[in-house]
């Protein structure tokens, strides 16, 4: 199995901050890395697709960038509702993984 | 805007099967990989398996000896059980679509389901 590795584990930021989230794969990957956050009680949903493809409606604040085994995922100015847990996820391989997860708390 | 909706059995004994379907309204099987996750605090989010239109499966060679995914195009629907469950199981499973127009991600979720295994 491919092993996702997030880092930090966990972070404390102030609205406005410029935070960034690692994740690295324990294999190449190509451009399957995907990036998704998660608030209490709600299922995951997708922010990223394929390393750096923005969904709609996620802010421009948002951006990500990274190629075979380690990417980033960078949120230039946070927002109130930014505060969350962010996920990575590979599809390169099956059985598709997914990284530890980033705990992003209000300082 | 494609919804999943999930349901099956919240609580369950050790050696049950846990079963659970999720349909999909608004939008179409084909194009699409259908999948389950599960998430739980000691291991995180964990991909079960995956199905397509024509009936392909997919499985996490963790669970595969104990797993079962399978599809009705015509009601829309997809279904998991998983054999034997055991407290280990205890987790959110989630239905979930993966998308090959985006690399295989995870554009859709469904709410999820609590599902405990407790004697």
């Known amino acids: 199995d491919i092993q996702m590795t997030q880092s930090p584990s966990s972070l404390s930021a102030s609205v406005g901050d410029r935070v960034i989230v690692t994740c690295r794969a324990s294999q190449p990957i190509h451009i399957y890395l995907h990036w998704y956050h998660q608030k209490p009680g709600k299922a995951p949903k997708l922010l990223i697709d394929a390393t750096s493809t923005l969904q709609d409606g996620v802010p421009s604040t948002f951006s990500a960038s990274g190629s075979g085994t380690e990417f980033n995922l960078t949120i230039s100015s946070l927002q109130p509702d930014d505060f969350a847990t962010y996920y990575c996820q590979q599809s390169y391989n099956t059985p598709y993984t997914f990284g530890q997860g980033t705990k992003l708390e209000i300082k | 805007q494609v919804q999943l909706q999930q349901w099956g059995a919240g609580l369950l004994r050790p050696s049950e099967t846990l079963s659970l379907t999720c349909a999909v309204y608004g939008g179409s099987f084909s194009g699409y990989s259908w999948s389950w996750i599960r998430q739980s605090p000691e291991k995180g989010l964990e991909w079960i398996g995956e199905?397509?239109?024509?009936?392909?499966?997919n499985y996490n060679p963790s669970l595969k000896s104990r797993v079962i995914i399978s599809i009705d195009p015509s009601k829309n629907q997809f279904s998991l059980k998983l054999k034997s469950v055991a407290a280990a199981d205890t987790a959110v499973y989630y239905c979930?679509?993966?998308?090959?127009?985006?690399?295989?991600?995870?554009?859709?979720w469904g709410q999820g389901t609590l599902v405990i295994v407790s004697s």
């Open positions: 979930a679509r993966m998308a090959v127009g985006s690399g295989w991600s995870i554009d859709s």
């Open positions: 199905i397509n239109q024509s009936g392909s499966t």
